[in-house]
């Protein structure tokens, strides 16, 4: 095993939650008597792009509304409570980064979120993960298709000039893992508090913390 990318924000620390808020708060500022409850946002999380999330439920509403100003002050609202929350990586995040390091893999970050959302993350979360921690970091300024297209880690594997058959992704959602798959490398789902129970049966494995020696048994590498 070479590298190990993790495939989100999300599977770096539990941000769902902070998101469906701020999709509530983008809400009520936009005028839209429109609430996401944690079940409706479960279903949603089943494809990527907040976006596209809200276009797709004003189109199911019969409503006319400007989907990427909603977005945009979802964004702005989740940045700021990014900054005033108490945020933690997830359950072996630190200890799969920093194991990593010392056997001499590379970490990546390949997300298709904005780069704006994934500096606020790693802001909120300095000094226990950081910048520095990821030899590559693509976000949806690197790449112009969203997952599921494999776009993401395709730039991410030439950026760190490796192989998809010696590396693992981490994913917490199903077009993140059909992502990967399609881009030939090993997948573990490590769902999050909103995407428990969605169906990732074309990863390898899913698991509830992250540990290096399991990823190596998964992919079956050294």
Same mark, same amino acid.
């Given at each position: 095993m070479?590298?190990?990318?993790? &495939?989100?924000? @999300? #599977?770096?620390?539990? #941000? @769902?939650?902070?998101?469906?808020? %701020?999709? =509530?708060? %983008?809400?009520?500022?936009?005028?839209? $008597?429109?609430?996401?409850?944690?079940? #409706?946002?479960? #279903?949603?999380l089943s494809r990527s792009g907040g976006q596209d999330r809200v276009a797709d439920y004003a189109h199911s509403l019969g409503h006319s509304v400007d989907a990427r100003a909603v977005h945009e002050t979802k964004s702005r609202i989740f940045q700021d409570a990014l900054a005033t929350s108490e945020l933690a990586p997830r359950e072996g995040v630190v200890d799969t980064i920093r194991d990593a390091r010392k056997s001499g893999w590379k970490v990546g970050l390949v997300t298709t979120t904005s780069r704006e959302n994934?500096?606020?993350?790693? +802001?909120?979360?300095?000094?226990? *993960?950081?910048r520095q921690d990821f030899d590559v970091v693509v976000d949806s300024s690197s790449v112009g298709q969203p997952k599921p297209d494999r776009a993401a880690y395709s730039y991410a594997?030439?950026?760190l000039d490796e192989s998809p058959t010696q590396c693992?992704?981490?994913?917490?959602?199903? $077009? &993140? !893992?059909? @992502?990967?798959?399609? %881009?030939?490398? *090993?997948? *573990? %789902?490590?769902? =999050?508090?909103?995407?428990?129970?969605? $169906? !990732?049966?074309? +990863? $390898?494995?899913? *698991?509830d913390r992250l540990d290096v020696r399991e990823l190596q048994l998964v992919a079956g590498l050294n």
């Open positions: 070479s590298a190990i990318l993790f &495939g989100s924000i @999300s #599977t770096v620390a539990n #941000t @769902s939650e902070l998101q469906r808020r %701020a999709f =509530n708060q %983008a809400f009520e500022a936009h005028g839209l $008597d429109w609430h996401w409850d944690r079940e #409706t946002y479960r #279903t949603m994934v500096s606020a993350l790693l +802001a909120a979360l300095s000094p226990q *993960v950081r594997l030439e950026m693992v992704a981490i994913e917490d959602n199903v $077009d &993140g !893992v059909q @992502s990967a798959v399609a %881009a030939g490398l *090993v997948c *573990v %789902a490590f769902l =999050n508090e909103n995407t428990a129970g969605h $169906d !990732v049966a074309a +990863a $390898d494995r899913s *698991v």
